[in-house]
């Protein structure tokens, strides 16, 4: 039997103690690139948040921009004169295709004629004016002489547009050919008398006037309504 003597180790303890000893290999740390900057990316989006700032701001503007126009307070029928009375003025934010009037223009609408019916409530455009009353160029005005059982049911009113249409005589057989008829803009009535006739003055072409006037003379004739504009 063997004996170790003089204090010497076996090999496999010296082997141990010496890998205790040593420290263990630690890895090393790989840096973590950094991501790089782009300021050209940077620019373009503090441009496109400041084009959006002053687009918001351009279209608040915008919107709070009101002109003050001219308006219609009461009914003026057409072929009216349009008096002081008649206009208001409001303020108004407005598409650039509605034509309106300036309320400093108060003065120069003062005195034109209605060319439609003016609607209370309503803005008022250019185009809805004219500067002479009917007749207007190309027209006569002729009164028509219309009993109670010939009006309309619902009345008429200034600027309507009708259809004067010849009826034929009582004792006469019918005939096979349609009635002649002559076209008029209504431009006024006048009030029902006793026997309830209402006169109303029409405009026709100029050449339809002497033809309406002899038929109005004989009351053989009837209004035919036609639809109103707009």
């Known amino acids: 039997m063997t004996t170790a003597t003089n204090g010497s180790r076996s090999p496999q303890a010296s082997t141990a103690t010496s890998s205790a000893a040593r420290p263990m290999p ?9 991501g790089r900057r782009r300021p050209g990316l940077l620019a373009l989006g503090i441009a496109l948040v400041a084009v959006g700032a002053l687009a918001a701001v351009w279209l608040v503007n915008s919107a709070g921009q009101r002109t003050p126009v001219i308006t219609v307070v009461r ?29 400093n223009e108060a003065s120069n609408v003062v005195g034109s004629v209605a060319a439609t019916n003016l ?56 005939s096979g050919a349609p009635p002649g008829a002559i076209p008029a803009t209504v431009v006024r009535l006048g009030p029902a008398d006793v ?17 309406l006037a002899a038929r109005s003379a004989t009351e053989r004739i009837a209004l035919v309504v036609q639809p109103r504009d707009g």
């Open 75 to 103: 009914e003026v029928p057409y072929g009216s004169v349009v008096t002081e009375a008649d206009l208001g003025t409001t303020d108004v934010s407005v598409d650039a295709t509605v034509q309106t009037i300036p309320a």
């Open 119 to 174: 609607v209370a409530g309503s803005l008022l455009g250019p185009a809805q004016l004219t500067a002479v009353g009917p007749p207007g160029p190309d027209e006569v005005l002729v009164a028509v002489a219309i009993p109670a059982t010939r009006m309309p049911a619902g009345g008429l009113q200034a600027g309507d547009h009708v259809l004067v249409v010849d009826t034929p005589n009582p004792d006469a057989a019918p």
């Open 195 to 211: 026997n309830g006739i209402t006169v109303v003055d029409v405009t026709v072409a100029t050449g339809d006037g002497p033809a």
């Open 26 to 34: 630690v890895a090393p740390r790989v840096a973590t690139p950094k």
